[in-house]
């Protein structure tokens, strides 16, 4: 099942075309550092022509990922980090879930405005980036970013008062509301069609949980942006998505970097 092999610098991945489970089976238990979940949101979605991945009954979608989140819980390290990307109606339950097992840290709004208001609801405008550990947290760093400014004049958008300078110097302390990270919009950007993540958001998991030589895993990884980040940073990483066309478009992204392709049974 593993598709191919990359390396770069010293650091290597691997990226499997294979299920869910047979990836996180296959992983070693206290093997990973970083844990990421996007799974299907179970909203309908196209992913491919044959496969209906993304359409089943509430009951098993809530069966189906609890049962994805124990694996993912037994695959972590000690101190390591699951983070779980969803909708707010999900998220609430799947944290709920989570939390009989890890230690909750934070709830991340993730600011994308793309959805519709429907019935008697708000406008839906963030998803849920759900952030635990398994027990105390290995690595843990508190990413500094730049204040927004005015796209026109250039000024911060919020008045620092008598701290100006020290956050022109240094940055604000991330919080736990990411509204600055643009969604994959653009046609020329985008590397596959449904729902993929800006690799900021990545960049972002990684400063705060990751470090050179630690452990990422991402099953169900789309076009990759995790991968690329991780090598980015410098990271060893284990990927999967059940679809071919996925995996070929994350080994193109890294072409990069040394691939080495492998047989479809490795
Ligand atoms: C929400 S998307 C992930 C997008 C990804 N984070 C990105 O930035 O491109 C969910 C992915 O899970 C894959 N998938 C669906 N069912 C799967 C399964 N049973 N095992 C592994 N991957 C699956 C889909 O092909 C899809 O690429």
């Given at each position: 099942m593993r598709y191919c092999t990359v390396e770069e610098n010293g650091y290597s991945g691997n990226i499997y075309c294979a299920d869910v489970f047979d990836l996180l089976n296959k992983i070693g238990p206290e093997s990973a550092d970083i844990v990421f979940l996007d799974p299907p949101?179970?909203?309908?979605?196209?992913?491919?022509?044959?496969?209906?991945?993304?359409?089943?009954?509430e009951e098993e979608y809530q069966y189906w990922l609890k049962r994805v989140i124990d694996l993912s819980i037994i695959a972590l390290k000690p101190g390591g980090a699951l983070y779980i990307y969803h909708l707010p109606a999900w998220a609430i339950r799947f944290g709920a879930y989570v939390d009989q097992s890890l230690i909750f840290r934070h709830w991340i709004s993730v600011s994308m405005k793309n959805g519709f208001a429907r019935g008697l609801r708000l406008y839906p405008a963030h998803y849920a980036l759900l952030y635990f550990t398994?027990?105390?947290?290995?690595q843990f760093i508190r990413p500094k970013i730049n204040p927004l400014r005015c796209?026109?004049?250039?000024?911060?958008?919020r008045d620092y008062g008598g701290y100006r300078s020290i956050i022109e110097e240094k940055g604000i302390n991330l919080s736990?509301?990411?509204?600055?990270l643009s969604p994959v919009r653009h046609g020329n950007k985008?590397?596959?069609?449904?729902?993929e993540l800006p690799i900021g958001l990545f960049n972002r998991v990684l400063s705060i949980s990751g470090a050179p030589g630690m452990m990422y895993v991402d099953p169900?990884?789309?076009?990759?942006a995790g991968a690329v980040a991780a090598l980015k940073n410098e990271m060893n990483f284990i990927v999967g998505d059940i679809l071919p066309e996925n995996t070929k478009i994350i080994s193109e992204r890294l072409s990069g970097a040394f691939t080495t392709q492998e047989s479809v049974n490795g």
């Open positions: 949101f179970n909203l309908g979605k196209r992913y491919s022509e044959t496969l209906d991945l993304d359409n089943k009954p398994k027990g105390a947290p290995q796209r026109k004049c250039g000024e911060f958008v736990d509301i990411w509204d600055d985008k590397h596959r069609r449904p729902n169900f990884a789309g076009s990759g």
